[in-house]
């Protein structure tokens, strides 16, 4: 039966000892998880235990098999825009952290219009908008007319904000927001609470709930992830899937989507608690995308060029390209923000690498009727 909330959802976990699970994983658990055509929870977190590493490859050739079957040889390609850096949250590894000392911005509506005039000279009919979180400066109506603005530029506009209520969430898709991205950031509370110790963000449960206000919403795209780096990989993984899979049988009108992002310096000096390491990120992809066949799986720049490459032929289905983490960078040519960038192929060289890799590039596969 399905819970009242994620929250909800997450707590028959609560007892889950995640050190003696992995310790039994053997060889022959991973094996019969391979050939098992529907995974259960357990299952998926089989495939993320240290044995399963021994079975990589078998792993990424049954996990492009599952997304060639379901997204074909096709890439979604999107890129970001910053409009607003603001922020009243303390989160310790973020730029945008209240306290930094940054030249901080929020772009007017002749500035988001130049920006986006930019980006859409690249052929991108994909966007995704994204401020710090400060309802001082980038309150809702700000947001919202900018989506207005950015609809006369794209056929589909997602946000990635501070978490709404659900009746702002029904007001932006009104707007004509099709999608949102919510990152928990990290699922274990106790650790969330030293990670956000001041700021609207330390409420955990209140971003918990998040994308699933977004869904009653209506919203047609939820992306969720945590932020790799902040505890232990595994068991940010697993509660990820956990999260993705609950949205995705609960909300079956919803597309649901995982980004599975690296932690990147920045200037919050935040030294990283758990190395996740290339090995790690792929064993992480492919058991998500195995347990997940129909769920859409973004990749961003926070990852190499050769990184990404080679995760375009196993898994994702999202890729970004033209990347600028700095609010206006898209005009300004300014490359500082929130975090260091990996990649810094425009969208153009993006689609040759799809296309030398035997991909198709889809810059729209979204229009709204409003």
């Known amino acids: 039966m399905t819970t009242a909330s994620f929250l909800e959802e997450k707590q028959k976990y609560t007892q889950l000892d995640f050190k003696s699970f992995f310790a039994g994983i053997t060889s ?14 357990m299952d998926f977190l089989t495939l993320l235990a240290p044995a399963a590493q021994k079975h990589l490859e078998a792993m990424a050739r049954r996990s492009r098999e599952e997304t060639i079957k379901n997204f074909g040889y096709t890439m979604q390609l999107f890129t970001p825009m910053y409009i607003a ?68 530029y794209f056929d589909s506009v997602s946000i990635e904000v501070y978490s709404f209520s659900l009746e702002d969430y029904i007001r932006a898709v009104k707007a004509g927001v099709d999608g949102m991205t919510m990152f928990q950031e990290c699922y274990n509370k106790d650790i969330y609470k030293t990670l956000h110790p001041g700021g609207p963000k330390a409420n955990y449960e209140y971003r918990l709930d998040a994308p699933e206000r977004a869904c009653k919403a209506g919203m047609r795209n939820v992306n969720v992830g945590a932020l790799l780096g902040l505890n232990e990989w595994r068991e940010e993984a697993f509660f990820t899937g956990v999260h993705a899979d609950y949205l995705q049988h609960k909300y079956k009108e919803v597309e649901i989507a995982i980004s599975t992002p690296r932690i990147r310096p920045c200037s919050a000096g935040y030294a990283p608690k758990s190395i996740v390491n290339d090995i790690d990120l792929v064993q992480y992809i492919t058991a998500l995308r195995i347990f997940m066949p129909r769920a859409g799986i973004t990749l961003s720049t926070r990852e190499k060029p050769d990184m990404r490459n080679h995760l375009v032929k196993i898994g994702i289905t999202k890729i970004s390209g033209g990347v600028t983490v700095a609010v206006g960078g898209h005009t300004k040519g300014d490359d500082g923000g929130q975090f260091e960038i990996s990649d810094q192929r425009s969208i153009g060289q993006m689609a040759q690498m799809l296309y030398n890799e035997g991909y198709q590039p889809v810059y729209k596969d979204w229009q709204t009727l409003i």
Do not use: W
Not at 28 to 41: C, M, Q, S, Y
């Open 85 to 152: 850096d603001y922020c009243d949250n303390l989160c310790v590894y973020c730029g945008f952290n209240h306290n930094n000392n940054i030249n901080r911005r929020c772009l007017n509506m002749e500035e988001i219009k130049k920006e986006a005039a930019a980006i859409s000279q690249t052929g991108l009919k994909n966007i995704l908008v994204l401020t710090g979180e400060s309802k001082k400066y980038s309150p809702v109506n700000y947001i919202l007319s900018a989506v207005k603005v950015l609809r006369e």
């Open 28 to 41: 022959t658990d991973v094996l019969r998880v391979l050939n098992t055509p529907h995974l259960t929870r």
